[in-house]
């Protein structure tokens, strides 16, 4: 009786966020979906579509990852080249991701029944709770209905999270396969296998006792699992490589725009956030687009190295956009916009960092997976542009977090009333 009353419940939440996010789409998708990033990948799908592979255009093969293009160009196979039909398709892709955060905050990944956040009896109301959370959560209802790579993504890391969370070594290459489906979708992501490997081997390698430390065999289980992952990652990433080498002659595992990203937030343009508009990149004419790349990157270390001060203010002024409580574009500083970001900031956003505070002992299998995620996205967005768009993977965590909060508080209450 009660796993049927979980059931309808949660049946109840995925329906009202699907609902959600076909109505916005339906009805305001077209009048936001004007990202300058949107036509770029949508020119990509097309060039896909047609037979001329993942190009941008003749002088930029390779500018954008590939699999955020493909994902587009399959839809417009199916549902035709107007944009509606991809947002119809990530809006259920979003309402799939609700039902992920469920699943990851009930460890059903986990070969060991009980939750990440504590016992059978609470981790189950965890998790409706985090699902219900994410279901009205107003940034996942909006980049739904925009074509950019967020609903994918957040997708694509949620599926990433609940593999990791397995100890088992036959999800590890399975992970590895998901991680590097992230990275094809946001190149940034090419290194976090790194940090997410360092906090698999430190978080699942059984402590020694008080005498001495553990044993080294104690490191094989994880180093295995490791191994295993970046095989799989390497896998997921070999065709986009081989493709690259074969086109420019070097290994090229992300895109040939990180460099004028970097440099777009490392200049004596910069300011935070967004300044692509802002720098003669005229100057870079004339070279190959490899070249310019390594041009950018180039500027951009250098201008580090000369200002080191305005490199560290600007660090500081990147986190404050990427944790900022509402969207830094003036178009949505209107009062119900601010209402809107203020509120799912305090219901969501805070109240998970608090949580996690709160329930770190108890998250131990949940903290493998978001602990790196969290620092990485952190030092990432200290160096390249801050956005609140760029913090939407860890909003799921967050609501998980937050959910569990909610949840020790309404036991206290009812014990105290008990009492």
Known sequence: MEFARRRSILVAILLLAGALRLAFVIGWGERFDNYPDSDEYLRVAQ???????????????????????????????????EREGIRLVQALLSTASVLLVYCVASGVSASDPPGPLGARDSYRHIALLAAA?????????????????????????????????????????????????????RPFMLLFPVFLGASVVVFRTPRGSSEGDASPR??????????????????????????????????LPGTTLAGASLYEACSETANGGPAMEK???????????????????????????????????????????????????????????????????????????????????????????????LFYL??????????????????????????ALYTALWRYISRVRED
């Open 47 to 81: 060039n896909v579509r047609t037979g001329r592979g993942f190009e941008l255009d003749s002088e930029n093969r390779a500018a954008r990852a590939p699999l955020y293009p493909l994902f587009c160009a399959i839809v417009q196979d199916v549902l035709g080249e």
């Open 133 to 185: 959370l994410c279901a009205v959560f107003p940034y996942f209802i909006f980049y739904s209905a925009l074509c950019l790579t967020e609903t994918l993504f957040v997708f694509l890391v949620l599926g990433l999270a609940l593999l990791a969370m397995d100890e088992r070594r036959v999800s590890a290459p399975l992970a590895g396969i998901m991680a590097g489906l992230c990275s094809l979708t």
């Open 218 to 251: 104690a490191w094989w289980g994880p180093a295995a699992w490791v191994c295993l992952f970046f095989a799989g990652y390497a896998l997921a990433l070999s065709p986009w490589v081989v493709r690259n080498y074969l086109i420019f002659g070097r290994f």
């Open 378 to 403: 952190v030092l990432m967005h200290a160096v390249f542009v801050g956005s609140v768009r760029y913090r939407l993977p860890l909003e799921p965590f967050l609501a998980i977090f937050a959910a």
């Open 279 to 373: 720098v003669d990149w005229g100057q870079a004419d004339g070279m190959s687009e490899v070249e310019k790349d390594a041009y950018w990157r180039d500027r951009a270390v250098r201008w580090v190295e000369e200002h080191p001060g305005r490199f560290l203010f600007l660090a500081v002024e990147k986190q404050r956009r990427f944790w900022s409580v509402a969207p830094n574009h003036p178009f949505f500083r209107g009062f119900q916009y601010m209402a809107l970001a203020a509120g799912s900031y305090l219901v969501v956003t805070l109240a998970g960092m608090i949580g996690l505070v709160a329930v770190w002992r108890r998250s131990r299998r949940l903290l493998v997976f978001f602990l790196p995620l």
